[in-house]
């Protein structure tokens, strides 16, 4: 059974940093892309970053470029998002996402709420 756990949310002052996890089971994490969405109020769902199996490929939205890096850690089957210089637009709940054999999972999402 796939499950994907979110955690590291929270409200932070603008400017300030989060780290967020994802910790995977019920399939080889190593094998497999992984992605974080977040979703703001009123809006729909966004892509924000994206890694490679192996980890040394990245890509991220433009609206997170320079400011958030994805990673992960294939020994503890988890994936990362460590985001700086938050600001009240990047506040959301972020989702982890994988693709597994053309079935789309995701975890529950954590909550990111930027405000002084």
């Known amino acids: 059974q796939v499950k994907l756990v979110e955690s590291g949310g929270g409200l932070v002052q603008p400017g300030g940093s989060l780290r967020l996890s994802c910790t995977a089971s019920g399939f080889t994490f190593s094998r497999y892309a992984m992605l974080w969405y977040r979703q703001a109020p009123g809006k729909g769902r966004e892509l924000v970053a994206v890694?490679?199996?192996?980890?040394?490929?990245?890509n991220y939205a433009d609206s997170v470029l320079g400011r958030f890096t994805i990673s992960r850690d294939n020994a503890k089957n988890t994936m990362y998002l460590q985001m700086h210089s938050l600001n009240p637009e990047d506040t959301a709940v972020y989702y982890c996402?994988?693709?597994?054999?053309?079935?789309?999972?995701w975890g529950q999402g954590t909550q990111v709420t930027v405000s002084s």
């Open positions: 890694i490679g199996s192996a980890g040394d490929s990245t």
């Open positions: 996402n994988v693709l597994l054999l053309g079935t789309s999972y």
